[in-house]
Structure formats: structure tokens, C-alpha cells
């Protein structure tokens, strides 16, 4: 079993939909990561949570620690939203991060 | 913006042959890692470096895998004996205050 799990693996959407990808967790963590995987290859980190939630701009990302969830949304998605997102985990005992296998998340115009 | 650089972007070389693929991290950084993604596959961990030695790693790291940080700015993932299972992007990151900070990446094709 993956100690990290996303849902769903694929998501296509309209433009201008409320997107939510989910991640559940295994293990004790530090913290959790969202981080978006353009195309080409580049990785880009969107947020680090270890409790609560954070807002940057039409994306909003929560962590329910007791629960070992986290959720990140995306408000009027754009074409431009495209992208894979990937959540991963910083174990809490050291500096190892598990990754997700992603999300892979298409905005139609 | 601060940015971490990685060289080369693309590399094919031949199996059995070593490669150094080289990062250079955002300087006020403490923590560096290592990281690979097969083509078709999620990112995996392999390395994690700090205060001029490894702090972590991956099962995958093993012998054929070295890291260093020869001169205080460039951070270095040696495979001294690549083999075909080695062709990937590899990702180079450094971080400060927990965020991680990614390069580009490294496209290792091993023929």
C-alpha cells in the first residue's frame, strides 16, 4: 500500500470549475507539500502545511492532521491550471519525503 | 528570484559509464536533496544532504550513488556505473525553513 495516496489519478474539468484533489496519508509527517508538475518536467511547490490552511491566490490547500488528510482546491480553473499536482510528505523522524503519484488535472477552455 | 540550476538538462550516455549531474542550490540554503522520477512514474526520494553530509536516504541510494558538495555551491549526484534502470529525470532541490525549492531537472538517458 502507498503511504501516500491521491484521488483522483485523473480529473478533466470546464473552465471555471471548483477543482479539489484529495491526499490521505500513513504515516506521521512534519508536514505535507503540494507541488505542481508542469509538462515540461519542472516541479514547482505551491504549499507546505502542517495545519490548517493556506491561501495563495484561486488556490486553497487544508490538512487535517487527526484525520491524515489534506485537500487542495482551485477556484475558476483555467486552461492554464494544467498541470500535474503532487502531494508529498516530510516523515516526521527525518528528511525523507514520500511523493504521491499525482493527479493529473485537465482544464478545457 | 533565487533559483536552483541544474546541468546538464539532458545527458545520454552509455550503460556502465559515469555521470555527474550537477546542481546549484539557493544560496542561504541548508538542505539539499536528490531526487528521480522514472518517465511514467511519481517522484522518489533519494538523498537528502546537510551540514556536509547525507542526513537520509532511499533504499535506491546505494554503492553506485554518490553526492558532494566539493566547493560550498555546487551540489553534485555522482552514478559511478550507470545501468539502463537509471534513465530518468532527476531533480535536484534545496530548501530553507522546510519549503523545498526545485531545479529543472536532469534527463539522464542511458543507452
Known amino acids: 500500500k502507498n503511504e501516500v495516496e491521491q484521488s483522483p489519478q485523473n480529473l478533466t474539468a470546464q473552465e471555471g470549475e471548483f477543482i479539489t484533489i484529495n491526499c490521505s496519508y500513513s504515516v506521521g509527517i512534519s508536514a505535507l507539500h503540494w507541488l505542481q508538475q508542469h509538462p515540461g518536467g519542472g516541479i514547482v511547490s505551491l504549499f507546505m502545511l502542517s495545519s490548517g490552511k493556506k491561501k495563495h491566490g484561486r488556490l486553497i490547500a487544508t490538512i487535517n492532521i487527526q484525520e491524515k488528510h489534506s485537500s487542495l482546491h482551485i477556484t475558476a480553473s483555467h486552461p492554464r491550471d494544467s498541470a500535474v499536482y503532487i502531494c508529498a510528505v516530510r516523515s516526521f523522524a527525518g528528511d525523507k519525503i514520500i511523493f504521491g503519484k499525482g493527479t493529473r488535472l485537465h482544464i478545457l477552455p | 528570484e533565487p533559483e536552483v540550476t541544474q546541468t546538464p538538462s539532458h545527458q545520454v550516455t552509455q550503460m556502465g559509464q559515469e555521470v555527474i549531474l550537477r546542481c546549484v542550490p539557493i544560496?542561504?540554503?541548508?538542505?539539499f536533496y536528490w531526487y528521480r522520477q522514472i518517465l511514467g512514474q511519481k517522484v522518489e526520494f533519494l538523498v537528502s544532504?546537510?551540514?556536509?553530509?547525507?542526513?537520509?536516504k532511499s533504499e535506491i541510494f546505494d554503492d553506485q550513488f554518490s553526492v558532494e558538495r566539493p566547493d560550498g555551491s555546487n551540489f553534485t549526484l555522482k552514478i559511478r556505473s550507470t545501468k539502463l534502470e537509471d534513465s530518468a529525470m532527476y531533480f535536484c532541490?534545496?530548501?530553507?525553513?522546510?519549503?523545498?525549492?526545485f531545479g529543472e531537472g536532469s534527463r539522464l538517458t542511458v543507452l
Open positions: 544560496s542561504n540554503h541548508l538542505y
Open positions: 544532504f546537510y551540514n556536509n553530509e547525507i542526513s537520509e
Open positions: 532541490a534545496s530548501s530553507v525553513g522546510g519549503e523545498l525549492f
